[in-house]
């Protein structure tokens, strides 16, 4: 069951990304997919596979990739405005942050997302501790920090993979 459904899922996002109904895409991603699977399956669908069918993580995982873009959006104009600024006002720095995220997957989906969005990158994670170097360091405290950066990700990740 673990590999059916990390297979259907793996192959459902390489079809999201090809956006093509190209019959080599199809075939080149079942292929992807299975053998992915066969890797990481245990990773994808967790002890639990049929909790990924539930319609609520999806809408979830739709929320959060509509709250990334946003997020991404916004981050790239702030480090451009950075760029092009005479005096370039950054107060960069390492902050750290605490997660609630429970799973090893999200907090790596949680890390990553950190990373992607420019101006943070994630440096090391410690159990429920994460140390993200930030372009513009708002606040040292732990809770500012973790409002900051974390909070927003934090609360579609744990519908999706708690």
């Given at each position: 069951?673990?590999?059916?459904l990390?297979?259907?899922v793996l192959f459902?996002?390489?079809?999201?990304?090809?956006?093509s109904?190209?019959p080599?895409e199809i075939?080149?991603?079942?292929?992807?997919?299975?053998f992915?699977?066969l890797?990481?399956?245990?990773?994808?669908?967790?002890k639990?596979?049929?909790?990924?069918l539930?319609?609520?993580r999806?809408?979830?995982?739709?929320l959060?990739?509509?709250?990334?873009?946003?997020e991404l959006?916004?981050?790239n104009?702030?480090?451009a405005?950075?760029?092009?600024?005479?005096?370039?006002?950054?107060?960069?720095g390492?902050?750290?942050?605490?997660?609630?995220l429970?799973?090893?997957?999200?907090?790596?989906?949680?890390?990553?997302?950190?990373?992607?969005?420019?101006?943070?990158?994630t440096?090391?994670v410690?159990?429920?501790t994460?140390?993200?170097h930030?372009?513009?360091?708002k606040?040292?405290?732990?809770?500012t920090?973790?409002?900051?950066?974390?909070?927003g990700f934090e609360?579609?990740?744990?519908?999706i993979f708690e």
């Amino acid at each position: 069951m673990r590999l059916l459904l990390s297979t259907l899922v793996l192959f459902l996002l390489w079809m999201m990304f090809v956006a093509s109904l190209d019959p080599q895409e199809i075939v080149t991603g079942l292929f992807v997919a299975f053998f992915t699977s066969l890797i990481t399956g245990s990773v994808i669908a967790g002890k639990e596979p049929l909790k990924w069918l539930s319609p609520k993580r999806w809408f979830y995982f739709f929320l959060f990739a509509l709250y990334f873009i946003k997020e991404l959006t916004l981050a790239n104009l702030d480090v451009a405005y950075r760029v092009i600024h005479p005096r370039l006002p950054i107060n960069p720095g390492i902050v750290r942050v605490k997660t609630k995220l429970k799973t090893p997957i999200a907090k790596l989906v949680l890390a990553n997302s950190i990373t992607m969005t420019p101006g943070t990158i994630t440096v090391d994670v410690h159990g429920d501790t994460l140390y993200i170097h930030w372009i513009d360091v708002k606040g040292k405290d732990v809770e500012t920090a973790t409002k900051n950066i974390v909070e927003g990700f934090e609360k579609y990740l744990e519908v999706i993979f708690e």
